[in-house]
Nanobody
């Protein structure tokens, strides 16, 4: 089992900044891509940003230039720096990882999710 634990959400005024982090823990696993998704009330979960193990990043158009994703492979941790936050960024933010779990001779791909952290941006 691989667990993802997020931290760093909270309440901030428009124009402010927040930093999220997500750490993976478990045994006998490796992580390929990691990412952040968000889900606002009444809306579908959407991709915010993604980063490969090699550091290639991609962003939703709505956050380009404001959010930065990074990772520490040695610590199995992914970060999301959010600047110039807007009220429409309000959502529950979820960490995601493409995990390979090793069991004997098997390599089992799994999509792992964190429990979510609330980000609220007031106008």
């Amino acid at each position: 089992q691989v667990q993802l634990v997020e931290s760093g959400g909270g309440l901030v005024q428009a124009g402010g900044s927040l930093a999220l982090s997500c750490a993976a823990s478990g045994s006998s696993f490796s992580i390929n891509a990691m990412g952040w998704y968000r889900q606002a009330p009444g809306k579908q979960r959407e991709l915010v940003a993604r980063i490969t193990r090699g550091g290639t990043t991609s962003y939703a158009d709505s956050v380009k230039g404001r959010f930065t994703i990074s990772r520490d492979n040695a610590k199995n941790t992914v970060f999301l720096q959010m600047n110039n936050l807007k009220p429409e960024d309000t959502a529950v933010y979820y960490c995601n990882a493409d995990v390979i779990v090793y069991s004997g001779t098997l390599s089992i791909p799994r999509a792992s999710w964190g429990q979510g952290t609330q980000v609220t941006v007031s106008s």
